[in-house]
Nanobody
Framework: QVQLVESGGGLVQAGGSLRLSCAAS????????IAWFRQAPGKERELVTA????????YYADSVKGRFTISKDNAKSTVYLQMNNLKPEDTGVYYC????????????????????WGQGTQVTVSS
């Protein structure tokens, strides 16, 4: 059973940066497709970015293109989300997710594709 633990959230001013981390247990983490989702108050959870198991394919929501970058360090079993030029509309709880049921998968684009979730980390961007 893979467990995911996010960290790195916080309060930042608009235009600032944060780097979120998602540490995973389990030796097969390198074979999983991964993603970051977020959920703002009163809104549905939305996909921010997704990465195939190999990293050769990635997806970014239009709202974060050019500002956010997903990366993965297999040696550390950790996924990162680098967020630059943050905007107030980026505020929300950020969740990392992994598809542990389909190894060597490509980019997965819906929350139903992921079976393993972290507890979430709050990101608040002030104007």
């Amino acid at each position: 059973q893979v467990q995911l633990v996010e960290s790195g959230g916080g309060l930042v001013q608009a235009g600032g940066s944060l780097r979120l981390s998602c540490a995973a247990s389990g030796r097969t983490f390198r074979t999983y497709a991964i993603a970051w989702f977020r959920q703002a108050p009163g809104k549905e959870r939305e996909l921010v970015t997704a990465r195939s198991w190999s990293g050769t394919s990635t997806y970014y929501a239009d709202s974060v293109k050019g500002r956010f970058t997903i990366s993965k360090d297999n040696a550390k079993s950790t996924v990162y989300l680098q967020m630059n030029n943050l905007k107030p509309e980026d505020t929300g709880v950020y969740y990392c997710a992994a598809d542990t049921l389909h190894v060597l998968a490509g980019v997965r684009l819906t929350q139903y594709d992921y079976d393993c979730w972290g507890q979430g980390t709050q990101v608040t961007v002030s104007s």
